[in-house]
């Protein structure tokens, strides 16, 4: 079993920065692939979490929505346990919760969904 405790969510003017942080435990964390999902205000329980970000387990490979493709950035501390979103010039359309997610080795970057955080709520006023 992997736990997954987001941090750094919070309410931030539009053109602000964030970084968002998720520390894991339970499992190796090299041999995780690890991602960030948002679900927006209003959004239908149930429906998809929208895909924001993914990396590779050795940090090698990052792979990005095309809505924050230049404004975020996904990395991973390995010896830390712990993945980082900075996300800049951020827009109030970015407003929405964000959840770390992880899979094993193999797992499809886009659909991520063995592991779940609880959740960051990020608020980008205009």
């Known amino acids: 079993q992997v736990q997954l405790v987001e941090s750094g969510g919070g309410l931030v003017q539009a053109g602000g920065s964030l970084r968002l942080s998720c520390a894991a435990s339970g499992r190796t964390f090299g041999s995780l692939v690890m991602g960030w999902f948002r679900q927006t205000p209003g959004q239908t329980p149930g429906k998809e979490r929208e895909?924001?970000?993914?990396?590779?387990?050795?940090?090698?490979?990052?792979y990005y929505a095309d809505s924050v493709k230049g404004r975020f950035t996904l990395s991973r501390d390995n010896a830390k346990n712990t993945v980082y979103l900075q996300m800049n010039s951020l827009k109030p359309e970015d407003t929405a919760v964000y959840y770390c997610?992880?899979?094993?080795?193999?797992?499809?970057?886009?659909?991520?969904?063995?592991?779940w955080g609880q959740g960051t709520q990020v608020t980008v006023s205009s």
């Open positions: 895909f924001v970000a993914a990396i590779s387990r050795g940090g090698a490979r990052t």
């Open positions: 997610a992880a899979g094993p080795r193999g797992s499809n970057y886009y659909t991520l969904n063995d592991y």
